[in-house]
């Protein structure tokens, strides 16, 4: 399994769940020793591999692919769970910023994912893509997000679009939409009013833990998933029902 954003919150957590589940791991982070510290921590660590990688490096994913198919033998599911959250006014939204957004929350998934893909219809036994989005992708965002969620819808949009191109080959491609999980991004450039509030808007009335948005990963990547393609499902405690 290919991990993205595995040094910390859901993708850690998603990392330490397909470990336990028996599954190796290849995890990619740009954090380098966070992501070597997180797979030590796995089951089994001698079984998988930290990888520092800025996945904003469109021109190498694709040797990311070969690797991790060399490092693991072979491939089945990517995991692609690593993201970017800059809060801020909308009228502060410089170009800057939109392009940090876009090219970590959307162009890197896009030729990520098109990779593993691509690598997956090479070796013709079908498989299986997670990737992440956002329930501001539907509702839009009142906490800043604002060039976050544009991209965000991006991913959805992009998701369906791969299930149509690579559902022949029996790959499934779907989307969650987590939150409001306790991770470092949920309390970056945060307050406690806005992380309240988001709390007080859940009929669970508390944050996720990452483990409940990690098992959600491990299900759509076990045979128990094998007919849910195209999806973006809601892991939200109910916040977000649609
Ligand atoms: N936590 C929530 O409530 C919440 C809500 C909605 C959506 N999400 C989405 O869920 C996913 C995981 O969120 P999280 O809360 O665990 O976030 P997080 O910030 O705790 O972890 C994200 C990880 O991605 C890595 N990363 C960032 N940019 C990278 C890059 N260019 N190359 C490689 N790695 C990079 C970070 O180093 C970090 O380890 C993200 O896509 C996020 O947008 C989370």
Redesign the pocket.
């Known amino acids: 399994m290919i991990v993205?954003?595995?040094?910390?919150?859901?993708?850690?957590?998603t990392a330490e769940a397909f470990a336990e589940a028996g599954a190796r791991v290849f995890a990619?982070?740009?954090?380098g020793e966070?992501?070597k510290r997180a797979v030590a921590g796995l089951a089994r660590p001698s079984l998988h591999h930290a990888r520092?990688?800025?996945?904003?490096d469109i021109a190498g994913l694709g040797g990311l692919v070969e690797e991790a198919s060399e490092s693991l033998g072979n491939l089945w599911a990517l995991a692609?769970?690593?993201?970017?959250?800059k809060r801020q006014p909308l009228d502060e939204v410089g170009e800057e910023e939109w392009d940090l957004q876009l090219?970590?929350?959307l162009k890197?998934g896009f030729f990520l994912c098109r990779a593993f893909g691509q690598a997956l219809v090479a070796g013709g036994r079908g498989g299986r893509i997670v990737?992440?989005?956002?329930?501001?992708f539907i509702r839009g965002t009142r906490l800043g997000a604002h060039a976050?969620v544009a991209a965000?819808g991006g991913?959805v949009s992009m998701s369906r679009d791969f299930a149509r191109w690579y559902g022949p080959h029996g790959i499934t491609v779907n989307t969650?939409?987590?939150?409001?999980?306790?991770?470092?991004?949920?309390h970056?450039d945060n307050t406690e009013e806005v992380v309240a509030a988001?709390v007080a808007a859940c009929p669970l009335g508390r944050?996720?833990q990452?483990e409940e948005?990690a098992s959600v990963v491990v299900f759509l990547a076990s045979d128990h998933a094998s007919y849910i393609s195209g999806a973006a499902i809601s892991v939200?405690g109910g916040a977000l029902m649609y």
């Open positions: 993205t954003g595995a040094a910390q919150g859901i993708g850690q957590a990619v982070d740009i954090k966070a992501v520092r990688y800025d996945l904003r692609h769970v690593a993201g970017t959250l090219d970590v929350d890197a990737n992440f989005s956002s329930p501001g976050y965000k991913v969650l939409l987590p939150g409001p999980i306790d991770t470092p991004m949920q970056t988001g944050l996720g990452p948005v939200t």
